[in-house]
């Protein structure tokens, strides 16, 4: 239907979407809602004919989906080539602001969905600690016991660049979130509701009027300081009541026998210590980024024990208190007697306000490192644990749940919040050390000319004696004077916050024992385990270094010193898999079955020598990084990793899309825990061994595949030329280099830009390339029966298929053709891959029906196929303005500011529709 008017098509504007009658109602109302406010704002507030063009282009985009042909085509391709510069950038913003809106009212559908199972009492949300309380039967509080001190679950932040949004872009969602949630829960009357509506028009204004693009680089203070945003918006407050709420849970389902909950959640950042290709993260920042942690957290707890002062207002006649508790308060009030004149006689017979007066003046000290704060937070705990028992022994637990959710939070934070992880390349601290070595004995043969086990032999030998390599005069380079100063500053944030508070050494590009020994002997003479041993992790992340890695492993449990600090670490090692890498050198399938038999072979090698592994499993945020819910996580692990232990990082716009908002936090915490507790209990499949040949076969064809088409002499030039890489390179929203070193070869090349680079131009190629040319064969010799058998009975290739089929069901090789068109000018070049790329698409497909029995992609997830068919109209005009803009930049001797910045956001606008960046 035409509108009528232009206050009617306002009221339509970029609301009128495609959406399915299974999606509810209400996400339908807070989709037109929002679209309709998107429309008033282009209508009043942007340049005259925004509003017009791109109700233009979104009719053409949507009819083009709907009835392609010629005629449309050409309308399309004649209102794009109209556009100015300043007009593309217009429409491209309109539309990417769309997103934003449809993107924040999806996140709230699933709150509101919660909050209706739980209102009509339907059955519990699958994957929720309720479904999982529901499961356990009643007398086996033991096994649960048990079950709940295996758990280890480890969360790292990093700062990777993939989150485009700003800082300011994600408050003031975060605002326009709490403003639709207030429509919805609260009563209001008809002016609260006008003032409600009125505010959430002037912050969807705000978003339009702000810049959503970063001016300069973020620095590495500035990724500190977003870390810590993230914490005190959601992380420290729902972690404290993911505990809470399943200790509730299993009180009501176990009885009050039910286990204490052991603190099973932890968090690490790697944020200011990574120093992996990163020059920008010095010394001084690791320092910085340690000292900004702890006083975040200790400034938290100060406002906590405020508010538990103002709380705690008991009265001696009324409620009693512990012996124990009345004589801390004489110790405090002789220790601290500025308090004692401070608190004033009316709170002489409230002694719960009274301690907490005494808690709140020893954190102050803390904070400023001053004498009469707390040594450790152990210390701060044993005051929380001696006000609880004080209540407990009074009968007043009712009023102490904020003191019940601090201790946790206690528990779960310290006095660290979220230790700092060190990394760094093994070619760097390699080459540091040969030239440490140089200096000591002038004539001796460098380590990396000398093979791997006369290099290991002589660091053998290093690390038994006890000379010291670092000269006291001289001037090394500076790579080597930095890499040395990274190091100090990790003896100093230990000396200084404790060992606790710089959690591992990591290395990444780990290929042979001798790289680990470098290591620990280079950390070794920088006083790195002056505070105590610290964890030394290897990074495996090639297809080769994978297959290696058990064999490297074993080598290390074999050598003396090596073996003596994993004794030191109570017979615990932690071993980092890199999917983001293999993925690249090696496409989805092999890297996923390389990482999972290296899983299987190091379990072997742990339990030859009593050591309990933990796997660090470094997952991007995409499909082609290995990104995966936590659910299909478990399934790509062997049963022998299912031992509770699972470290993970959270990467870039991950962290926005799983703990933006509270209901976000609160659902993945709890999905990751149940998975991980559901995983104890799963035993091998039946007749894995059988299906053992079956994906080594697979894996290896795959594989062929795959590197034959990126070992194609050409293929570097058509990725660099189809593909917005280069723009993304400038895009400005990470402290961090694109490329680790000056060359242009793919090895260099970051896995996070390759894939953003594939997503943006809609093929997500390393998600699924080489996955059919490894089924087909099997299907043509062996017929579809096997591989279906497969994946009903092998969790793991029933995982890897889905996460290929959602790759290709999100891919749009027409959009992908369209690029390579656009800019490739070679033919034959275009011609060449473009044949390739879409031979493999649509064998892939074929595989992925024949396996999973569908007629279609997502044929069993309607959700997901909805909300891709949703945004895929909206994400093409922005698809078609970037390769024109792109096109338009590079025939230009140096494009200026107003078309790079048009690229930009023509970047963030289609991260914001398909929701994935790198």
């Not at 999806?106 to 929720?128: K, V």
């Not at 407050?237 to 286990?259: I, K, M, S, V």
């Not at 933990?614 to 995966?628: E, I, K, Q, V």
């Amino acid at each position: 239907m035409q509108p009528r008017t232009s206050r009617a098509r306002s009221s339509r504007s970029m609301a009128a979407s495609p959406l399915s009658e299974p999606i509810a109602a209400a996400l339908r109302d807070d989709v037109n809602r929002l679209g309709r406010m998107v429309g008033d704002v282009l209508r009043r507030h942007a340049p005259p004919g925004t509003f017009e063009r791109v109700e233009q282009i979104r009719a053409l985009t949507r009819r083009r989906r709907r009835e392609p042909g010629a005629e449309v085509e050409a309308e399309l391709d004649a209102a794009l080539d109209a556009l100015t510069v300043p007009q593309s950038v217009d429409v491209i913003r309109a539309f990417a602001l769309y997103f934003l809106m449809t993107n924040l009212a999806e996140q709230l559908h699933r709150e509101r969905r919660r909050r209706e199972r739980a209102l009509r009492g339907e059955a519990p949300q699958p994957g929720s600690l309720e479904e999982l309380a529901a499961t356990l039967e009643p007398g086996t509080q033991a096994a649960v016991a048990r079950a709940l001190e295996a758990l280890e679950i480890t969360l790292v932040v990093t700062a990777h660049p993939t989150e485009v949004q700003r800082r300011t872009t994600i408050e003031k969602i975060a605002a326009t979130a709490a403003l639709l949630r207030s429509l919805e829960e609260r009563i209001l009357t008809p002016a609260e509701r006008g003032e409600t509506e009125r505010e959430l028009r002037a912050q969807i204004l705000l978003l339009w009027e702000s810049n959503e693009l970063y001016v300069t680089p973020p620095t590495v203070h500035d990724e500190v300081r977003n870390a810590l945003a993230w914490f005190r918006g959601t992380l420290v407050d729902e972690a404290a009541l993911l505990f809470e709420r399943f200790e509730q849970h299993l009180a009501e389902r176990l009885g009050p026998e039910t286990p204490t909950l052991p603190t099973f959640l932890h968090f690490r950042s790697w944020v200011g210590g990574d120093r992996d290709g990163n020059p920008n993260v010095t010394a001084e920042v690791t320092a910085a980024a340690a000292e900004d942690a702890r006083r975040f957290i200790l400034e938290r707890y100060q406002q906590e024990v405020a508010a538990l002062n103002a709380r705690l207002s008991q009265n001696l006649a009324r409620v009693g208190a512990s012996r124990a508790l009345l004589d801390s308060l004489e110790r405090d009030e002789f220790a601290l007697g500025e308090v004692r004149y401070a608190i004033g006689p009316r709170q002489n017979a409230e002694p719960y306000r009274r301690k907490m007066a005494f808690v709140h003046r020893r954190l102050t000290l803390t904070l400023e490192r001053r004498e009469g704060g707390y040594p450790d937070a152990a210390a701060f705990a044993a005051d929380l644990e001696l006000t609880w028992e004080s209540l407990r022994q009074c009968d007043a637990l009712e009023t102490a749940a904020p003191l019940a959710r601090l201790r946790r939070t206690l528990s779960l934070f310290g006095f660290t919040l979220c230790p700092l992880e060190w990394r760094q390349h093994q070619r760097r601290v390699l080459q540091a050390l040969d030239e440490i070595l140089a200096t000591v004995e002038p004539e001796s043969t460098q380590l990396r000319a000398l093979g791997e086990e006369e290099r290991a032999a002589r660091l053998t030998r290093e690390l038994c004696g006890a000379r010291s390599l670092l000269p006291r005069h001289g001037t090394l380079s500076q790579p080597t004077e930095e890499l040395l100063a990274s190091l100090w500053a990790v003896a100093t944030v230990r000396a200084a916050h404790g060992p606790q508070a710089l959690g591992s050494l990591i290395l990444s590009g780990t290929t042979a024992p001798s790289d680990m020994l470098a290591l620990m002997l280079l950390a070794r003479e920088c006083g790195a385990f002056d505070a105590g041993v610290i964890p030394c992790v290897p990074l495996f992340e090639s297809i080769d270094d994978l297959r290696a890695a058990p064999a490297v492993c074993r080598t290390l449990l074999r050598n003396v010193p090596f073996r003596e600090a994993v004794r030191r670490c109570g017979e615990r090692w932690e071993i980092m898999l890199g999917y983001s890498d293999s993925n690249k050198s090696g496409g989805l399938l092999t890297a996923s079955w390389e990482i999972y038999q290296a899983q299987r072979g190091l379990c072997a090698v742990a339990a030859e020598h009593g050591v309990r592994l933990t796997f660090f499993h470094g997952r991007g945020g995409s499909l082609g990084r290995g990104a995966a819910a936590p659910h299909r996580a478990m399934a790509l692990q062997p049963s022998e990793a299912h031992d509770g232990r699972f470290k993970v990082t959270e990467q870039g716009e991950v962290i926005a899309s799983r703990y933006g908002l509270p209901s976000l936090a609160r659902r993945n915490l709890e999905l990751l825990t149940t998975s991980v507790y559901r995983s104890l209990d799963e035993r091998p499949p039946l007749g894995q061994a059988r299906w053992t040949p079956l994906l080594d076969q697979l894996s290896g064809r795959a594989y062929a595949a795959y590197r034959a088409l990126v070992d194609d002499p050409d293929f570097l030039r058509f990725f660099e030329q189809c593909t917005p890489i280069g723009e993304i390179a400038g895009l400005q929203i990470s402290s961090r280099p694109a490329r680790r070193g000056a060359s242009r070869a793919i090895e260099d090349l970051r896995a996070i830009p390759w894939t953003f680079a594939w997503t943006q131009a809609r093929a997500l190629l390393p998600a699924w390339y080489g996955f059919g040319s490894a089924v087909l064969p099997q299907l043509e010799r062996e017929g579809h029966e096997t591989l279906r058998q497969c994946a009903r009975a092998f969790p793991f290739f029933e995982a890897v298929t889905r996460s290929v089929e959602r790759a290709l069901a999100t891919a749009d090789l027409d959009i992908f053709s369209r690029y390579a068109r656009t800019l490739v000018a070679d033919a034959a070049l275009r011609s060449h891959f473009l044949s390739l790329v879409n031979a493999e698409h649509e064998r892939s497909v074929r595989a992925v029906l024949a396996i999973l029995e569908q007629p279609h992609l997502l044929a069993n997830d309607p959700v997901i196929a909805g909300s891709i068919a949703l945004r895929n109209p909206y994400v093409d005009p922005i698809s078609f303005l970037q390769m024109r803009l792109v096109r338009r930049a590079r025939e230009q001797a140096q494009a200026g500011p107003a078309i790079l910045d048009a690229i930009r956001l023509s970047i963030n606008g289609i991260a914001a529709g398909l929701r994935v960046t790198g």
